[in-house]
């Protein structure tokens, strides 16, 4: 308001000098050019008018920082100066100031007069043209004619000046109510976007598994930003940064990840930073302060990107939260099945995958079983927890060698079990022996000692024979671990029905 004021009382300051001016030259025109009489009235006439445009100019710039100075000055300034045109047209006896009487309020109260205001003005400038046209001689004295020009200049400037007024509000009024509508859409757009966040999250808390959790967490995120590439990365070790991906590629898991990928992800990683390039996106994912993945996303809209930037952080807590329980449920179910020694499968659950796979009657499934030899005399040497340190890279040895369809697992003390296919014996004998080799070129630092310790194992191999129990099965290549101990230990025996 204060501005407004501030805009209308510096028009106002304007336009007394330019009526001054126009008064100013009327006067010596009729004095110096027409040389017509002129009053002293009107010469004492013009006097107050610059003194009062002087002393209007000195208190604007006095008061145009203080509101109620400013009120005061409109609501004062119009009343003088209506005393001293009204005396002007009294010593003239014409209408060439009349325009002036009903410019001041238009321009000095337009932010209150508003529509009305405007009307009214234009309807008495237009009365008052015609009425000075009315009392006008046919033959037009210099006065006169200086009137009906100054009317006619002043009412046009004024339409125009009122049109651009008009289209400029109008066109104001259009962009507030465009503007309005489009944040109106956007905020709608953005609550159904939150709405459908919420109900997809929500349903991520109905599962533990993390793949799932990875495929629909890649089909909430895609109808986020339109990515084509998704990549849902769980931290396994914070200490040596191991981490599991699940890589979804236009909707479709994908098994390996590029180098490029890669790269960008072990720099998420290494700064737990949200990470922007010119087509990866990678934004931390944290739970209770914990740092506990990342999301990737590549190929995607940058535009949106920009626009939906909060959206998403907001989405990355949820997600953040529904990752931290499946990882958790995992590594508790995993804790459950797994030797907390050597981090291999424990006996009770090899026991339930071998009877599982004995019920689905499998055409090529072989046992293998181990034991590290001469195992008590590493511990009565060089104690039990070097013992330990060999059953664990005896353990992390097989692991490499074995594919990831074979499972292997801690049978008891020092002795392992292998499941897995092989198409016959030939292919059976020559797995266990690349077993048994990767163990014999093992060696073991052992510190106390100050050097390498070498490792053997003895291996027995058997093919599972229709009507067997579990039982009979591990019992049968037992059988066949104990031969290779007694001809000699590190050495393979398969078992020949």
Known sequence: MLEEMRNAARKMNLLNFIYLTIFVGWLATKQFVVQSDVSPDLWQNMMYTGLYSLVYAALYFACKDNKTAMHFLAYCSYPIFLVLVWDLVNNTHNMYSVFYLFAIPLIEFRHLLGRTGVSIYSLVTLFAYMYSFYNSNSSLTFDEAVNNVVMLCAFMIYIMSSIKSIITTEIGYYRRMKQAQD????????????????????????????????????????????????????????????????????????????????????????????????????????????????????????????????????????????????????????????????????????????????????????????????????????????????????????????????????????????????????????????????VENMQVFNEEVGRNISVTISVGVGKYKDGWTAEQFIEQVDKCLYESKVAGRNRTTIYVD
């Open 183 to 438: 944040i109106s859409f956007k905020i709608n757009e953005e609550k159904e976007m939150i709405n459908m966040l919420y109900e997809n999250v929500k349903s991520l808390s109905g599962t533990l598994d993390i793949e799932e959790i990875a495929g629909q967490v890649n089909n909430i995120c895609g109808n986020l930003m339109w990515h084509k590439t998704f990549i849902l990365v769980s931290i396994l070790d914070k200490k040596s940064s191991t981490f599991q991906f699940y890589k979804f590629v236009e909707g479709e898991r994908a098994d390996a990840l590029e180098s490029a990928e890669y790269d960008f992800i072990r720099e998420v990683l290494a700064t737990d930073r949200t990470l922007c390039t010119q087509d990866m996106f990678g934004m931390p994912l944290h739970s209770s302060g914990d740092f506990i993945g990342v999301i990737v996303m590549k190929n995607f809209n940058q535009e949106i990107l920009a626009e939906r930037y909060h959206m998403l952080h907001v989405l990355g807590d949820q997600i953040a939260l529904v990752v931290n329980n499946a990882m958790m449920y995992m590594n508790k179910e995993l804790e459950s099945i797994t030797d907390g020694l050597t981090k291999v499968y424990n006996k009770r659950y090899f026991s339930r995958v071998l009877s599982s796979m004995i019920r689905s009657n499998p055409e090529n499934l072989y046992l293998m079983m181990y034991d590290i030899d001469h195992f008590k005399k590493f511990n009565d040497t060089y104690g039990h927890q070097f013992g330990d340190v060999v059953l664990i890279e005896t353990a992390k040895t097989v692991q490499k060698v074995l594919r990831d369809s074979d499972m292997l697992a801690r049978y008891g003390g020092e002795e392992f079990v292998v499941l897995f296919e092989a198409p016959n014996d030939e292919v059976a004998l020559k797995i266990a022996e690349r077993v048994r080799k990767s």
